[in-house]
């Protein structure tokens, strides 16, 4: 069976092509500005011509959104594509998972179930580098044990940027030095290492409040940065939410 999953985040729409439960291509397009359900139209179909994808093809469409005035505009747009409803998933969606709060975001859910059906048999922390920092963290058993909820990364720095008048648009990514004489590699190193050390805190406090050493997986847009500078986080998958939505949806 050949689905699309669509996770619409606050930063950015992830579509996923699935070959049963592989994700064979995946592609991001940007949430802001909001678009119109004949925007979002138009621009899935270049997107599909672009990855060969046809909509003939696609048995299943599976949506995932945190952006509820877009969940409506997507469906709208799969509709006009596919000629199918699409299946909608939230944390009220069945599963292996106890969400065990009605607050819960369908992403951090996802992350939860993704977590829990890729590998089991263990304690699981998820670290989702989004517009928000997230931390969770599930049992063996599907029950959630809590969530911490932290400024994303770029979401923290560009609000440095813009609040301040000489600091200047930098690249994330690993400084040449910890200690720094130029403002952009100051600014890595405090952007880097500062929210590495927030990761690796959360991490092993919740280590210490489980009683137990969680394997560690980290997805969201800068995850890669981070993952290569500790040995806390164990995989990093980009489309870990993606698959999360996946697993919700495909018996529907």
Not at 50 to 71: A, C, F, M, N, R
Not at 74 to 91: A, L, Y
Not at 140 to 168: D, F, K, M, R, Y
């Amino acid at each position: 069976m050949n689905s699309i999953v669509i996770n619409v985040g606050n930063s950015n729409i992830r579509f996923g092509l699935f070959n049963g439960d592989n994700c064979d291509i995946s592609w991001v397009i940007n949430t802001k500005p909001y678009r119109t359900a004949d925007e979002l139209y138009v621009q899935m179909l270049m997107l599909y011509q672009t990855y060969k994808v046809e909509p003939k093809e696609i048995d299943k469409v599976i949506i995932g959104s945190v952006v509820p005035q877009l969940t409506k505009v997507m469906s709208s747009g799969i509709k006009k594509i596919h000629g199918v409803t699409p299946v909608i998933v939230d944390r009220s969606t069945p599963s292996g998972v106890q969400a065990k709060s009605k607050q819960m975001g369908t992403d951090i859910y996802a992350n939860l179930v993704a977590a829990h059906n890729l590998y089991p048999n263990r304690k699981k922390i998820v670290i989702d580098f989004g517009t928000a920092l997230t931390a969770s963290c599930v049992a063996e058993t599907g029950e959630t044990l809590g969530v911490i909820i932290a400024p994303g990364i770029v979401t923290s720095l560009n609000s440095l940027i813009n609040q301040t008048a000489q600091l200047p648009d930098i690249e994330l990514k690993k400084p040449k030095s910890v200690l720094g004489l130029d403002t952009v590699t100051c600014m890595q190193s405090g952007m880097v290492y500062g929210f590495l050390g927030m990761v690796e805190g959360f991490i092993n406090r919740i280590n210490d409040e489980v009683n137990d050493d969680c394997f560690v997986v980290a997805t969201g847009g800068v995850s890669h940065v981070y993952k290569p500078l500790t040995d806390k986080i164990h995989v990093m998958d980009r489309l870990h939410t993606l698959k999360g939505l996946y697993f919700l949806g495909k018996d529907l």
